[in-house]
C-alpha cells in the first residue's frame, strides 16, 4: 500500500516531527483512500485541512487513474467538525474574527461543493463519531459505510452555533423531520439510526468498515469511469430540479451517454455476451 502525505501540515519544527493531516493511500488499482490524521485534534477541519482536502479531491477528479475514494480517518474520532480552538482563537482580531470565520465557512462550502463535482465518487468509511461539520463530510459523501460503535450528531445548537452549513447537506440525504429532529436536539444518534435515516447506506462491525468501503470502491471502479462520471454529476443536478426540467435534462443526458463509445462497448458486449472493455 502506498501512503504519502499530502499538503503542508507534514515537516519538523525545532527537531520535532509533525504528523501530515491528510494522508493518500493507493491500495489497489483505480482506488485511492484519503486519510484525516488530525487524531490530537479529533480530526477537526482546521482551515488548512477544508484547503487540502479541496486540493486532493480536485486532483484525484482529474487523475485518471483514480476510478473510486474513499474518505477514511485514523484514531478514535472520524471527524468532530470545525476546529473550535482556532475559531475562538480569533475573537481577538479587529474584527472580532469575523474575517476569519468568512474564509473558514467559505472554504468548507467550497470542499463540500467540490466532492460534489468530483467525478469520482466518494465512499466514507466511518469508525467513530461524526459530528458536524464531520456528520456534513459523511453526509457529502456519494456512498457511506459506519462501524456498528459509530455515532453521528449535529450539536452546534447545544453550544449556542446552529449546524447551519451541516444542515445544507443533511436536509439533502434524509427527511425534514429527521434532519430538524437532529438539528434541534443535537443529540447522538446510533450508526443503525442513521442507516434508518438514510444518512449511511452499511452497518458492519469496526474491523470491516473500510473493507467495507473498499468493497464498494472496487465495484464501482470496475465500471466505466466514464460513465459513472456522468452518472454522478447527472443524479446531483437532477435532484435540485423541478420535476419536468429533471427529466428534459435526463434525457439530454441520456442521449449523450448513447453516442460515447463506453456506451456502445458496454451495450455490445451485453449482447454479444463478453465482458466490456472499457476506455473511460
Not at 461543493?113 to 466511518?126: H, L, N, S, Y
Not at 443529540?187 to 468493497?215: C, F, H, P, T
Request: aromatic share 6%; glycine share 8%; proline share 4%.
Amino acid at each position: 500500500m502506498q501512503n504519502s502525505p499530502i499538503g503542508s501540515s507534514g515537516g519538523a519544527i525545532e527537531g520535532a516531527l509533525i504528523e501530515p493531516s491528510v494522508l493518500l493511500e493507493r491500495p489497489e488499482s483505480g482506488i485511492c483512500v484519503v486519510r484525516l490524521n488530525r487524531v490530537a485534534a479529533r480530526n477537526s477541519l482546521s482551515l488548512s485541512v477544508l484547503s487540502e482536502l479541496t486540493s486532493v479531491f480536485a486532483e484525484l477528479g482529474r487523475d485518471d487513474s483514480v476510478r473510486a475514494i474513499v474518505l477514511a480517518a485514523n484514531g478514535p474520532v472520524f471527524c468532530a467538525g470545525h476546529d473550535l480552538k482556532e475559531l475562538t482563537s480569533h475573537r481577538g482580531d479587529a474584527d472580532g474574527g469575523k474575517a476569519f470565520y468568512v474564509k473558514t465557512m467559505s472554504a468548507c462550502s467550497q470542499l463540500m461543493q467540490w466532492m460534489v463535482a468530483c467525478p469520482k465518487p466518494i465512499i466514507a468509511a466511518v469508525h467513530g463519531m461524526a459530528t458536524a461539520a464531520g456528520c456534513q463530510l459523511v453526509a457529502t459523501c456519494d456512498l457511506a459505510v459506519a462501524a456498528d460503535t459509530a455515532k453521528f450528531c449535529t450539536p452546534g445548537v447545544n453550544i449556542g452555533l446552529f449546524c447551519s452549513t451541516p444542515m445544507v447537506a443533511l436536509s439533502r440525504n434524509i427527511s425534514r423531520k429527521r434532519a430538524m429532529e437532529m438539528l434541534l436536539l443535537g443529540e447522538l444518534i446510533s450508526a443503525d439510526d442513521a442507516a434508518e435515516y438514510g444518512l449511511i447506506n452499511r452497518v458492519v462491525s469496526s474491523d470491516e468498515v473500510v473493507e467495507s468501503a473498499l468493497d464498494f470502491a472496487r465495484r464501482i471502479a470496475a465500471k466505466s469511469s466514464a460513465t459513472v462520471a456522468i452518472g454522478k454529476e447527472a443524479f446531483y443536478r437532477q435532484v435540485e430540479q423541478p420535476l419536468a426540467e429533471a427529466y428534459d435534462y435526463a434525457a439530454a443526458v441520456m442521449v449523450e451517454n448513447m453516442l460515447h463509445r463506453d456506451s456502445k462497448e458496454g451495450i455490445g458486449a451485453f449482447l454479444e455476451k463478453r465482458k466490456p472493455d472499457w476506455k473511460g
